[in-house]
């Protein structure tokens, strides 16, 4: 493909990126089975053309006067992200071939002579009432935090099953697969792929034999922070939102009695079960109806309920920059009823003395601390769990304890990627008063 060609096919991604809900990554994958005659180069090169355009989406909207097709923001990325000059730009508008038709008198002068200033917050590459939610949750670090956010460089986190092999045995194997695994630093059981692009690891053999997950540090933590200070050897454990399953297998690695993954999408716990085998984990799968139905048996019997509530994702931004332009203030007031009304259906399983954790990927505070404080006013019986009460479990470091401590709110945590260099993370945990 020329270079011409592939700005007009980046176009026409991102193009099909506004209309849909699916994933950048899937609509290239798409792209390429249908293009076939593009090879690796013109792929690559497309795919560094949508993500660096939506990661500058706010910037080359404003500075192509509020157009958002796919077209514009590629005239726009040339200027203001390559600092290619017009003469530049004009030659690969030519029209020729499969390449984009000439730039009109309107897109030459608003890549030429921009008018005025954008407002501040178009910098941060987040959306503007995201700016807005940083700025009272971060204070003088918001742009900080936004900056790690919305950046590419995103690891690929493994956590070693412990049951089938040893984190020195797991980065032996990654080793002799020609990869250069990496230590995580707050989780024992993590290894960091720190390739670019990231690697296929589902294609290598310890992952198919369940000796590794893909699971973001962040994630494992969670996990981890969950179990902490409770012996879970003949606990009932139930993941009430196990979507994909990467926590369930988390919890089970704590050696846990019982464990339950309850959903209420058939098809994702469908896909929880091969999972399962290959961990050699054992755990029941239980389908949640719309209020919650299908778990009456466990009320008030469950020692510990992970509550990983659906939630805007804003924390994983970094591996999804196109989900930041999807969201809307009231799609986050949506979320916040729906997180409050599961929390309190997740609530009813747990015992007397037994654990409440509630869990997010959201960087914002109204999935966050306007959920948790909701609920706490509501079920005044379910007290406060300090994080510090947690953090003895041996699947964290010692620089995890520390880090934490440090980080900890009294029962609630914040992991972020300027923090921890994690997937954002918010946590909560509670005890049910006996």
């Not at 805007?312 to 809307?328: C, F, H, I, N």
């Amino acid at each position: 493909m020329t270079p011409a060609a592939r700005l007009s096919a980046a176009a026409s991604i991102l193009d099909s990126l506004a209309q849909g809900r699916q994933p950048a990554e899937v609509v290239l994958k798409e792209w390429g089975r249908a293009n076939r005659y593009a090879g690796s180069g013109d792929r690559r090169a497309i795919a560094d053309r949508v993500y660096r355009v939506i990661r500058a989406r706010a910037r080359l909207v404003w500075a192509m006067g509020g157009r958002e097709d796919g077209r514009a923001l590629v005239i726009g990325s040339l200027a203001l992200i390559d600092g290619m000059p017009l003469e530049e730009i004009e030659a690969l508008h030519s029209g020729d071939g499969y390449g984009p038709k000439p730039l009109s008198k309107q897109e030459r002068a608003r890549i030429t002579a921009p008018e005025g200033q954008p407002p501040g917050w178009i910098a941060s590459g987040l959306p503007e009432f995201v700016v807005e939610d940083f700025k009272a949750t971060f204070g003088d670090r918001w742009a900080e935090e936004a900056e790690a956010l919305m950046s590419p460089r995103a690891p690929s986190d493994l956590r070693v099953n412990g049951a089938k092999t040893s984190e020195d045995a797991a980065e032996a194997e990654l080793r002799e697969a020609g990869l250069s695994p990496e230590r995580t630093p707050w989780s024992v059981w993590g290894l960091r792929l720190a390739a670019e692009p990231p690697p296929n690891v589902q294609a290598l053999e310890g992952f198919k034999a369940g000796r590794f997950e893909i699971q973001d540090e962040g994630s494992q933590m969670v996990c981890w922070l969950s179990g902490g200070g409770l012996d879970l050897s003949g606990a009932v454990v139930v993941d009430y939102c196990a979507g994909g399953g990467g926590k369930t297998l988390g919890l089970a690695q704590q050696g846990v009695g019982t464990l339950i993954a309850a959903d209420i999408s058939m098809k994702r716990l469908d896909a929880i079960r091969p999972r399962l085998e290959r961990a050699g984990v054992d755990a029941e799968l239980r389908l949640l109806g719309a209020d919650g139905e299908g778990v009456e048996d466990l009320v008030g019997g469950a020692d510990l309920v992970l509550v990983d509530a659906p939630c805007s994702g804003s924390g994983t931004w970094r591996r999804r920059p196109e989900d930041a332009w999807r969201l809307k203030a009231d799609e986050v007031e949506r979320l916040h009823k729906l997180q409050l009304a599961i929390l309190g259906r997740a609530a009813a399983l747990v015992k007397p003395g037994g654990r409440l954790v509630y869990v997010t990927c959201s960087m914002l505070t109204g999935e966050n601390e306007k959920t948790a404080d909701a609920f706490e006013a509501a079920h005044q019986d379910f007290r406060p769990v300090a994080v510090g009460d947690a953090l003895g479990n041996p699947a964290f470091s010692d620089a995890a304890r520390e880090h934490l401590a440090r980080f900890a709110k009294g029962h609630r945590l914040r992991l972020s990627p300027a923090t921890s260099g994690t997937d954002g993370f918010f946590a909560a945990l509670y005890e049910r008063a006996g």
